[in-house]
């Protein structure tokens, strides 16, 4: 069974750039999680999707990144545009159950770097 | 609201070593805690959790934490370590919850890196 997939894995981008990164969650799963780690900084939660509804967003930092999960599928998170301070890694999850006894299932993080 | 803490950034140790890595948290209401490790070029994967019950959980690979709720610590232990246990470990907590899932709060990590 595939695990949660993530791209690109690497993103480079010039300041002012919009950038899309994609999470494939594990099929099935109906809660898919987007987290963020700033060098040197805890991995903070950004959003959670519940099928393709936005559960809860209030880790989103700015009206800068927008995610969606069109059709309660893959997910994308879009950041425009890009600013220095939104480097670092994205990390998705999924879950399959409701409840937060299961603990998530993490993708490998799409590194972004803004210059 | 909740907060955890990993009191050591980095923790080197030569193999076949014990090793224990901190973990201390901070909540007004019960928490579930996990820890989490996330090798080289992978994603986190989940080593153990605690819920309820036992305060002595056993995960994957040989590790095994305490919970400690006087003290509010979650460490993380192996009698043993290889070289392949080098990575970054996390711990985590959330609110018990059965609706919908609730965000994990992480600490900033320990990296462990194991030598021979």
């Known amino acids: 069974e595939a695990g949660v997939t993530q791209f690109p894995s690497h993103s480079v981008i010039e300041k002012g750039q919009t950038v899309t990164l994609r999470c494939d969650p594990i099929?099935?799963?109906?809660?898919l999680y987007w987290y963020r780690r700033v060098m040197g900084k805890e991995i903070k939660f950004l959003l959670h999707f519940v099928k393709e509804s936005k559960q809860d967003e209030s880790g989103m930092p700015n009206n800068r990144f927008l995610a969606e999960r069109t059709g309660g599928t893959y997910s994308t998170l879009k950041v425009q545009p890009a600013e220095l301070e939104d480097s670092g890694v994205y990390f998705c999850?999924?879950?399959?159950?409701?409840?937060?006894?299961?603990?998530?299932?993490f993708g490998q993080g799409t590194r972004l770097t803004v210059v | 609201a909740q907060s955890v803490t990993q009191l050591d950034s980095q923790v080197p140790v030569f193999e076949e070593a014990p090793v224990e890595l901190r973990c201390n948290y901070s909540s007004s209401v019960s928490v579930y805690l996990f820890w989490y490790v996330q090798y080289p070029n992978q994603g986190l994967q989940l080593l153990l959790k605690?819920?309820?019950?036992?305060?002595l959980v056993k995960g994957i690979n040989g590790f095994e934490a305490e919970f400690n709720k006087s003290q509010t610590s979650f460490h993380l232990r192996k009698p043993s370590v290889h070289i392949s246990d080098t990575a970054e470990y996390f711990c985590a907590v959330t609110l018990p919850s059965n609706q919908a899932g609730t965000a994990l709060i992480f600490g900033k990590g320990t990296t462990l890196s194991v030598s021979s």
């Open positions: 099929s099935g799963h109906d809660n």
């Open positions: 605690y819920l309820s019950g036992s305060t």
């Open positions: 999850a999924s879950s399959q159950v409701t409840g937060t006894q299961h603990g998530a299932f």
